[in-house]
């Protein structure tokens, strides 16, 4: 496959973030998907969103699996570290590299068919094991690759260009995450820049399993008016949970106020910021409350975008394992292969 690279030239007063490197450092090559397609929305996002996090590129590691969703690593951190894997495998290799060397920031790149279907055993377990990761699906209902059959994903209700109904049960993928134990659920919509951003900043941020399923339509075979994953219906039922964003970690600010008010907060910075307290009903942190609202308003036929379900006491599999605070690359031999004796005693623990 032949890529188109970027002009390495660029204007010299281009905006730069801490690190003193501008969004174009933290691109990749010319994209080769179909022109409007969602999923280039998304790699935009990821691009936006490591520029703010100012995190370099060599310290993350960008993995994916196939289809046209697996192929987007390659338009964004053309310098970070990445593995295209087989279908379906992707966690597999993210769970080996990251057990490997913990250090690095893992973003994992998925599609509907790459999770739902041949990859769903992968992801289930990647989730159970707290694995500390950023999955985004890239979900669009379709099989792009193959001219356009229906995905796990794709709702009963939904039509394809000819007219022909799904006729089995779509797979949620948040609602599945949630019951499996994932400390950071979101879904978004790749038309709303405002929202993905900081939810991919914040699935960056956290320490644990963080799924991000994003609805992003396939503009050759799934954007029909039938479609429940096109940009019409997306834009028409889209239920906003929360309006968010993401700041660094400082000391505590604290604010006390009753649902239906409002207040200022003064920031670390002097700025103010107005906060709108919306419901009280709705608790991220409770994972019943989430599942009970994603059934209802699908029922409903509403797509729920924000932080569903969030763990602030999340742990990740490092923690779980209680595994070597040094990553196992910088080991040396006689750490990694300590003898018989060594062994032995291992071994002993289990019997």
């Given at each position: 496959m032949t890529h188109i690279a970027k002009p390495k030239f660029s204007h010299p007063n281009l905006p730069k973030n801490g690190l003193g490197l501008t969004r174009r450092n933290y691109e990749g090559v010319v994209s080769t998907l179909c022109a409007g397609c969602g999923h280039d929305s998304v790699s935009a996002a990821i691009i936006e969103a490591c520029y703010e996090l100012e995190i370099p590129a060599h310290k993350i590691a960008k993995i994916s699996g196939i289809g046209c969703s697996s192929k987007t690593t390659n338009y964004f951190l053309n310098r970070a570290h990445g593995f295209n894997s087989v279908h379906g495998r992707m966690p597999s290799v993210a769970t080996g590299a990251n057990l490997a060397n913990g250090e690095l920031t893992y973003l994992g790149v998925s599609g509907d068919g790459?999770?739902?279907?041949?990859?769903?055993?992968?992801?289930?377990?990647?989730?159970?094991?707290?694995l500390n990761m950023v999955y985004i699906v890239e979900n669009n209902g379709t099989y792009g690759l193959t001219k356009g059959q229906f995905s796990a994903t794709n709702d009963k209700r939904s039509k394809n260009r000819k007219g022909v109904e799904n006729q089995f049960d779509s797979i949620d993928l948040c609602s599945l995450a949630i019951e499996l134990g994932a400390g950071f659920v979101a879904r978004s919509f790749s038309g709303?820049?405002?929202?993905l951003?900081?939810?991919?900043?914040?699935?960056?941020?956290?320490?644990?399993?963080?799924?991000?399923?994003?609805?992003?339509?396939?503009?050759?075979?799934?954007?029909?008016?039938?479609?429940?994953?096109?940009?019409?219906?997306?834009?028409?039922?889209?239920?906003?949970m929360d309006r968010l964003d993401i700041v660094a970690s400082r000391p505590e600010i604290s604010a006390d106020y009753e649902p239906g008010t409002a207040i200022d907060v003064t920031l670390h910075d002097g700025s103010q910021i107005n906060l709108h307290k919306l419901s009280s009903e709705y608790d991220p942190t409770d994972a019943d409350t989430a599942l009970s609202n994603l059934n209802r308003y699908k029922r409903q036929g509403t797509v729920v975008t924000g932080v569903l379900y969030l763990d602030p006491d999340e742990v990740d599999l490092h923690d779980v394992m209680n595994s070597s605070k040094q990553p196992l690359n910088s080991l040396g031999q006689s750490e990694l292969c300590p003898g018989a004796d060594a062994l032995e005693a291992l071994n002993a623990q289990y019997r």
């Open positions: 790459d999770t739902a279907s041949i990859g769903l055993g992968q992801f289930s377990h990647a989730v159970r094991r707290r709303d820049k405002a929202q951003v900081p939810l991919i900043k914040a699935g960056m941020s956290y320490h644990g399993f963080a799924l991000i399923d994003v609805i992003s339509p396939c503009v050759t075979f799934n954007n029909h008016t039938s479609s429940t994953k096109s940009y019409d219906y997306l834009r028409a039922h889209n239920q906003v």
